[in-house]
């Protein structure tokens, strides 16, 4: 929100940065500094006779933040680039905020104005100031390849996460993480050589080396470490128990290999809402015996029970049957079977996704269209010889049939033949030639052996 140019336009671009929602200007609290505070207070002047407060907040390399003091009366504002006092030499860094909202960040810190880490500010820096700074941040990658490679040589069981160069480039920060106490002595030793630089070595946790490095969590975000959580609460087990959780370590374990820090953020809330529940371990007392408890649904108030005797069947019984049973048992008294409880029980009616488009199958359209003559022809093929002989011999082929047009066609054109004598008729009948022979019928492929005439009826006579 401390981006002037995040104003949105008509279609909810932003305007400057053009990053759609992950401010690229990195004073948003999205970007590369870490829980930026807007100055609200900016444009607002100060009652009469009040001063303005004179420490400013600067933050450096990772979201790194500390307090400086101004002592020279500086004209400073947000945004500025300053060189700060440093332990030796001095530091460059940013500065973050300004005014009277720099005395509620350090109140919440618990940091006093006089305290020995609110160190001085010594000046704006210059250009020079500036280049060494940049040209000293450009050598931190190089340097943390042959940091790692000095201690894969000496064997430390250590793991080199980051290098920080101090703004004039006299002195590096290591930052390292390791699960045992570890000398590092000759280690210094051999990177003061290799780099001519004043070495630091700082220990952080396996939290603080992935809110460092940052990355993207199971749920698709960007790790809350790295974006705004800045304590880390400690996390145990027995959160999970309270959320019904299956105790898996590759789902309740976050980047840093620790569980997870967002198991603790609903964790008030189901421990709220268990206290209604009874315990556990309690035993339910029925007029068909001992009853002991299962699993449970917080959210929907149902537990499940089984008889001592007969485990192979579980009853589901709400909140305040159970409550119920527990009364009768304390005043000595059997509740009624589980059977009977459970049948009380209405179960709503889930109501599943209905296709409003006449129940059509989504996948109506996948299935391939079969052809009907070939599917026949295949059919014929499949059937035994003697099936097929008789077959023939019953019934004619229904391709060598004249088609129904042919039959009902009227002859019109057709001249009437001449009547016939005797013994034209005798004679015709003795040489066969009385009678007009047939046109054979073009035959294609599929009828190219069968030579057999037009007219069935003439073939018989």
């Known amino acids: 929100m401390a981006c002037g140019s995040c104003g949105t336009t008509e279609n909810g671009v932003p305007k400057g940065c053009k990053s759609n929602g992950n401010c690229g200007s990195g004073t948003c609290g999205s970007g590369s500094n870490k829980l930026a505070v807007f100055d609200w207070l900016s444009n607002m002047t100060l009652p009469s006779g009040q001063e303005r407060f004179n420490i ?3 933050r450096f390399k990772n979201g790194r933040k500390h307090f400086y003091k101004n002592p020279e009366n500086l004209t400073i504002t947000m945004g500025d680039i300053v060189a700060v006092e440093g332990s030796p030499g001095h530091d460059i860094g940013t500065v973050s905020l300004a005014g009277e909202l720099v005395r509620v960040q350090m109140k919440k810190r618990k940091i006093t104005e006089d305290h020995e ?7 704006k820096a210059s250009q020079r100031d500036v280049d060494i700074w940049q040209q000293s941040r450009a050598k931190e990658e ?3 390849k042959r940091g790692r490679e000095i201690l894969g040589r000496l064997g430390l069981q250590m793991k080199l996460s980051d290098v920080e160069y101090q703004g004039d480039g006299n002195k590096a920060i290591f930052y390292y993480t390791a699960e045992t106490r570890v000398d590092f002595r000759q280690l210094i030793r051999d990177l003061a050589s290799a780099f001519s630089i004043r070495i630091e070595m700082k220990q952080v946790g396996a939290r603080q080396e992935a809110a460092r490095l940052g990355g993207i969590g199971s749920c698709g975000r960007e790790l809350c470490c790295s974006t705004w959580l800045t304590d880390f609460r400690k996390v145990s087990t027995s959160a999970a128990r309270y959320q019904q959780l299956s105790l898996n370590p590759l789902k309740l374990a976050g980047q840093c290999g620790k569980l997870k820090c967002c198991l603790n953020f609903e964790l008030d ?3 709220d809402a268990l206290k209604t529940f009874p315990k556990q371990d309690l035993v339910l007392k029925t007029e068909k015996g001992e009853a002991v408890f299962i699993k449970m649904d917080i959210f929907k108030n149902h537990l499940w029970y089984t008889y001592k005797e007969e485990r192979f069947k579980w009853f589901r019984l709400t909140l305040s049957q159970v409550l119920e049973i527990i009364d009768l048992n304390k005043n000595n008294e059997k509740s009624p079977t589980l059977e009977e409880y459970e049948s009380d029980i209405e179960v709503p009616i889930k109501v599943d996704f209905e296709d409003a488009v006449g129940q059509d199958s989504l996948t109506r359209f996948d299935a391939p269209k079969t052809n009907k003559r070939r599917r026949n022809k295949n059919n014929n093929k499949k059937k035994p010889a003697n099936a097929m002989a008789s077959g023939a011999q019953q019934k004619p082929n229904p391709r060598n049939k ?3 047009g042919q039959q009902n066609r009227p002859q019109q054109n057709r001249p009437k033949p001449r009547p016939k004598s005797n013994t034209d008729a005798s004679a015709s009948k003795a040489t066969g030639e009385g009678k007009r022979p047939n046109k054979p019928k073009k035959n294609n492929n599929r009828n190219r052996n069968n030579n ?7 073939s018989e006579k």
């Open 56 to 58: 400013f907040e600067v």
């Open 117 to 123: 880490d609110v160190k001085k500010i010594y000046r």
């Open 142 to 144: 190089e340097t943390q």
């Open 269 to 271: 809330t189901y421990l």
């Open 402 to 404: 004249p088609q129904a």
């Open 452 to 458: 057999t005439p037009k007219n069935g009826s003439d």
